[in-house]
């Protein structure tokens, strides 16, 4: 196969990709987290002012907010932009659910600003698998290059989280765009890739703030390469100043400015006023807050303040936890066990299969070639020849520890930046499996080598139908080790499984449900909602979580509800719906000194099983 050729199909793939991405959005509503990061990165273009969202990097929400300046959208100023009151977090959610939904009447049409907003990440999305592509390539050759791009685009969690305005597949980008040219700055330190480096980094860190990881990644990397070669010290003080050359570049040139322009409009006391007020709310030492603070008072350093003032409420967060629901239990504490488990249930079993193969494989070659002979110079020669594989299980390594000692956990989302470096390493290894095993066998035309091919080719195409069964509904994606996504809410919820993105396909059920009312015959897809007449419905309670509006999507039909509400108050033959997140955190345990109570949704058990499931995430109930 020719590069060109090769290179024609990788395109294809990845325009098929981009058309999934779009097609798989076409009911869906926003999710939790998109309303915040939409209204900012509209207000950053529209006002060039930096106060809502501060806990994220804009990159992500400028891709998101860019197309819509065109879209002539009314901007809810006077409530959010004329008020001297400091800016508390939540500001972000209320000015975009008023952006999205409460100034509708002026013309603002939510389905149309998601899907324009939307449009960025998926380009990233794209951009990522082509970059993925060339790396690997590289590395490995043609043929694995584009087996690695199958596992990508197939990946549900690349899919479910990169058609949405969320940081998590950027992040996953910006780690391999850095680590790439970090790289290749180890390998030939001249000042062209000293600089090419150093604005890499400055775009990670423009990405997401547990980016933030790189520095002592980078900085385990670059010590151990310089160590490798001859005139050790020379080389490490040598790399050691040029690293520090490449971090002011991406420090000054790339987060400075982009900073700067950012709070262009932020007046200084006002930048200042709303530090103080969410500094105050965090758990930091005083010392920190202090240097943050004074920063905001220079002029100068304020677009180092506010950036720092993101990462420290990133930091803040991470370490406090977020109380979240996860396996039969209630906790606002992390678990050791929670991404272990999230991983091994949410990634498709036929990449675990793979990885066991290649692990199997990497054990053998280890024994067979007796590593506890000669160990050091035979790692130190591997180390050199394939130092760019070791950087990423180091990668892999650093943030999967810095993850699992945290508190905050809400989503597998929150380890997707390694998921890129996993796949190639696991592509890597599968290359070495095949070439390995035809190397051991003394006749080439050996069936082994033949059904070893199928098999391998077996589990690709079963990754690849996993992933296209779950479309459109990729964030409730979940394996047979979990019972499949009808059973993962059992597991874990949130941006696991339930996010707010089917509140759409519930009115388009209950519509459904009228026309069946009304004509004998009446059909609607399935991939939009599942075929079962439940009876005519004229008004539906509903507790929600997610990023859509009820009464914009229901409208009169729609009687809103929650966990305090007494449920003998509700009317026998009524229908009632919840969302997977709500119901799971008030019918489980409560764990880790978590003293709320849980139990407000046991009445449900009467009700068990519900008449039906909206797209994995809504459950409907009626009320006998």
Not at 366 to 394: C, D, G, V
Not at 409 to 430: C, D, E, S
Not at 474 to 490: P, Q, T, V
Not at 568 to 592: D, E
């Amino acid at each position: 196969m020719s590069n060109r050729f090769a290179n024609i199909i990788a395109s294809a793939m990845l325009l098929m990709m981009a058309g999934l991405a779009f097609a798989s959005i076409a009911d869906d509503t926003l999710t939790y987290d998109e309303v915040a990061h939409i209204g900012a990165g509209y207000s950053y273009w529209h006002n060039q002012d930096y106060r809502l969202n501060p806990e994220h990097p804009p990159l992500i929400k400028d891709l998101a907010g860019l197309p819509l300046q065109f879209l002539n959208l009314n901007f809810p100023t006077a409530k959010y932009w004329n008020n001297a009151a400091p800016s508390p977090w939540w500001t972000q959610f209320d000015f975009g659910d008023a952006l999205l939904y409460h100034d509708g009447d002026a013309g603002n049409n939510p389905d149309q600003i998601m899907f324009f907003a939307r449009i960025g990440p998926i380009l990233v999305l794209i951009l990522m698998g082509t970059f993925l592509f060339f790396w690997a390539k590289r590395l490995m050759g043609r043929d694995w290059a584009l087996f690695l791009l199958v596992l990508f685009i197939f990946c549900p969690n690349f899919m479910a989280h990169g058609r949405l305005v969320t940081t998590d597949v950027g992040a996953s980008f910006g780690a391999l765009f850095g680590t790439y040219f970090w790289l290749k700055f180890l390998k030939k330190p001249n000042w062209k890739n000293i600089i090419l480096a150093g604005m890499a980094f400055g775009l990670a860190m423009l990405i997401k703030f547990s980016l933030i990881l790189l520095i002592p990644f980078f900085g385990v990397i670059t010590v151990i390469y310089a160590l490798l070669n001859d005139n050790k010290l020379k080389n490490l003080w040598t790399y050691c100043r040029k690293s520090v050359a490449a971090a002011l570049i991406g420090l000054v040139f790339v987060i400075g400015p982009v900073y700067a322009w950012h709070i262009a409009k932020y007046p200084f006391e006002k930048q200042l006023q709303d530090t103080k007020a969410v500094l105050a709310t965090t758990s930091l030492p005083i010392w920190m807050q202090n240097i943050n603070i004074a920063m905001a008072q220079q002029p100068i350093l304020r677009p180092w303040a506010q950036y720092l003032l993101g990462l420290e409420m990133a930091t803040n967060r991470t370490s406090t936890g977020n109380t979240t629901y996860f396996e039969g239990t209630v906790s606002a504490k992390g678990r050791l066990d929670y991404f272990p488990t999230l991983y091994l249930v949410k990634i498709p079993l036929a990449f675990h299969i793979l990885t066991l193969i290649v692990l199997g494989w990497l054990a053998y070659s280890l024994i067979k070639n007796k590593f506890w002979q000669n160990t050091w110079p035979r790692l130190k020669s591997s180390l050199i020849k394939h130092y760019e594989l070791y950087a990423m299980m180091i990668f892999v390594a650093i943030y999967w520890v810095a993850s699992l000692i945290g508190s905050l956990n809400i989503g597998l989302r929150h380890i997707l930046p390694t998921f890129a470096f996993t796949y190639l390493l696991v592509v890597f290894g599968l290359k070495n499996f095949v070439a390995g095993i035809e190397n051991t066998r003394t006749n080439n035309h050996s069936p082994l080598r033949k059904y070893i091919k199928i098999g391998i080719g077996l589990l690709l195409a079963w990754f690849v139908v996993s992933s296209l069964a779950i479309f459109p509904s990729y964030l409730a994606y979940y394996n047979e080790l979990a019972g499949g996504s009808d059973k993962g809410y059992k597991i874990a919820v949130d941006s696991n499984l339930d996010w707010g993105q089917d509140l759409r396909r519930l009115n388009g059920w209950i519509n459904y449900q009228h026309s069946c009312s009304q004509n004998s015959r009446c059909y609607k897809s399935p991939l939009t909602f599942p075929i079962n007449y439940a009876g005519h419905i004229d008004k539906i309670y509903l507790d929600y979580f997610g990023g859509g509006d009820p009464v914009h999507y229901l409208g009169d039909k729609y009687i809103p509800w929650n966990s305090d509400m007494d449920p003998a108050t509700i009317p026998v033959g009524s229908y009632f719906a919840i969302s997977a997140n709500q119901m799971m955190g008030q019918r489980a345990k409560a764990a880790n000194g978590y003293d709320q109570p849980t139990n407000k949704y046991n009445w449900l058990d009467a009700y068990e099983p519900p008449i039906a499931k909206i797209g994995y995430s809504i459950f409907i109930y009626k009320i006998k």
